[in-house]
């Protein structure tokens, strides 16, 4: 059965950083992207980046040039480095994968993410 197990969350004050990381086990499909996504109080859950297997990264507006997602493929380990963290930044993450040839992905139970001074 798919395990991904996540860590790395926490309370930081803003201007700080976090690494968030998930590793992915039991999968029988080859996996083709691993990426974060965040629930923020009161919103839409919403993509934060995307890492495939090729390498080729992708980001949403709000986090670009202060997230960086990477992956381990021989660990099967996403990792999310979070740098100058803001309030808006504080949402529960949730780790996801995707395979080759299936529409269906899985995804982690999240991790908390707090940003407040």
């Known amino acids: 059965q798919v395990q991904l197990v996540e860590s790395g969350g926490g309370l930081v004050q803003p201007g700080g950083s976090l690494r968030l990381s998930c590793a992915v086990s039991?999968?029988?499909?080859?996996?083709?992207?691993m990426g974060w996504y965040r629930r923020a109080p009161g919103k839409q859950r919403e993509l934060v980046a995307v890492?495939?297997?090729?390498?080729?990264?992708n980001y949403a507006d709000s986090v670009k040039g202060r997230f960086t997602i990477s992956r381990d493929n021989a660990k099967n380990t996403v990792y999310l480095q979070m740098n100058n963290l803001k309030p808006e930044d504080t949402a529960v993450y949730y780790c996801?994968?995707?395979?080759?040839?299936?529409?269906?992905?899985?995804w982690g139970q999240g991790t908390q993410v707090t940003v407040s001074s």
């Open positions: 996801n994968v995707n395979y080759y040839g299936l529409t269906q992905s899985d």
């Open positions: 039991g999968s029988i499909f080859s996996i083709y992207a």
């Open positions: 890492v495939t297997s090729g390498g080729s990264t």
